[in-house]
T-cell receptor
């Protein structure tokens, strides 16, 4: 079975550019999560969706970040404009039920120069 | 008190030894608990759920102590391949929003030959 699929795997771009990260959850999973991981702050939940509806985006750092889930099989996380401090690994995860075990994608390693 | 706390380690343990580490949580209403494993530069992967009565999966034993608000992970007959960072996850009842899903920062385990 296909797991959570994220793209791109790596992204290097200059500050000020728009960055779009993509995620395809496991088919049939109702909840989707976006995380950011850095050495300093560990794994931080940015936002999660349940049945394609954003439940709480209080983890989103600021207005430069936005996330959408137009259908059950696709979600995006956008950063515009990007800044060097956004450099991190961004993970997408999905779960069958809202507070069940989560399955993670391989992550996107983002470097903003 | 932080919502979820783990000793970051590293724990340096000789191969074949038994090692245990804990994760404390602050919200007594927390309902679900999990242990995840994360290898260097990889995504977190579910290791095991933690049930109220305690549970075992091969060399791994997870326990929950609600009175003292901690979960534990015991690894017997440790292998070199057990070297990783172990993350605990604590969830809260419905209505907790994004804060209802919290990862600890992880305990780094190094198994030495």
């Amino acid at each position: 079975d296909a797991g959570v699929i994220q793209s791109p795997r790596h992204e290097v771009t200059e500050m000020g550019q728009e960055v779009t990260l993509r995620c395809k959850p496991i088919s049939g999973h109702n909840s989707l999560f976006w995380y950011r991981q850095t050495m300093m702050r560990g794994l931080e939940l940015l936002i999660y969706f349940n049945n394609n509806v954003p439940i709480d985006d209080s983890g989103m750092p600021e207005d430069r970040f936005s996330a959408k889930m137009p259908n059950a099989s696709f979600s995006t996380l956008k950063i515009q404009p990007s800044e060097p401090r956004d450099s991190a690994v961004y993970f997408c995860a999905s779960s069958l039920v809202e507070r069940g075990p989560q399955h993670f994608g391989d992550g996107t390693r983002l470097s903003i120069l | 008190r932080k919502e979820v706390e783990q000793d970051p380690g590293p724990f340096n343990v000789p191969e074949g030894a038994t090692v245990a580490f804990n994760c404390t949580y602050s919200n007594s209403a927390s309902q679900s608990f999990f242990w995840y494993r994360q290898d260097c530069r990889k995504e977190p992967k579910l290791l095991m759920s933690v049930y109220s009565s305690g549970n075992e999966d091969g060399r791994f034993t997870a326990q929950l102590n609600r009175a003292s608000q901690y979960i534990s992970l015991l690894i017997r007959d440790s292998k070199l391949s057990d070297s990783a960072t172990y993350l605990c996850v604590v969830t809260r009842p419905s209505g907790g929003g994004a804060d209802g899903l919290t990862f600890g920062k992880g305990t780094h385990l190094i198994i030495q030959p």
